[in-house]
């Protein structure tokens, strides 16, 4: 079945510092990937998606590369901020199929310090 | 535009009793999920309906029930309430395709005393 993995936590970092979340995939076919983000007491916002090998998808200065070829889908910042600090969550949708869930991986808490 | 509502966002129950949860898609979406999010287990996916149907469902016992209204809106039912279901349960919506992303609401935090 389809699973995703996800370096574990808590990340800690200082405030500029260069972010690095690995994530995995294992999947048939072609996945959608998704990073999603988790402030306290607040549901899943979305961050950022890639729907096909190669794509890349950015906001807010966070980016991810769609690897066919690692089954990866790592995320990156150049320089985080306290406004970071949050668990983050990878996440993939089996396309071709009528499997319409998300399968997360467990989530990364990243605390930024100042 | 109105995110994804859920009501209420906190609860406080006993054993064997039941809850029903509610969740407000955004407008247009008609595709409305449920999670489960538990410190142990994560994110765990109870079930999802687009317009009216149930098309996929979670591993969860049976006592975890849903429906979905014509106006997309959408409730979960859990009966016989266990200390297990102690959780943040999560409604996210979408237009329904396969790729297209799923918004989420806040939640609503479900204890069981």
């Known amino acids: 079945g389809n699973s995703v993995t996800q370096m574990e936590g808590p990340v800690t970092l200082s405030e500029e510092a260069f972010l690095t979340i690995n994530c995995t995939y294992t999947a048939t076919g072609y996945p959608s990937l998704f990073w999603y983000v988790q402030y306290p007491g607040e549901g899943l916002q979305l961050l950022l998606k890639a729907t096909k090998a190669d794509d890349k998808g950015s906001n807010k200065g966070f980016e991810a590369t769609y690897r066919k070829e690692t089954t990866s889908f790592h995320l990156e910042k150049g320089s985080v901020q306290v406004s970071d600090s949050a668990v983050y969550f990878c996440a993939l949708k089996h396309q071709g199929s009528s499997n319409y869930k998300l399968t997360f991986g467990k989530g990364t808490l990243l605390t930024v310090n100042p | 535009k109105a995110g994804v509502t859920q009501t209420p966002r906190y609860l406080i129950k006993t054993r064997g009793q039941q809850v029903t949860l509610s969740c407000s898609p955004i407008?247009?979406?008609?595709?409305v999920s449920w999670y489960q999010q538990t410190p142990g287990q994560g994110l765990q996916f109870l079930f999802e309906y687009f317009s009216e149907t149930q098309r996929n469902k979670g591993n969860f016992p049976g006592r975890f029930s849903g429906r979905q209204f014509s106006n997309s809106r959408s409730e979960m039912n859990v009966s016989t309430l266990e200390l297990g279901d102690s959780a943040l349960y999560l409604c996210?919506?979408?237009?329904?395709?396969?790729?297209?992303?799923?918004?989420f609401g806040d939640g609503t935090r479900l204890s069981i005393l």
């Open positions: 996210a919506s979408s237009l329904g395709a396969v790729n297209q992303p799923q918004h």
């Open positions: 407008s247009g979406h008609r595709s």
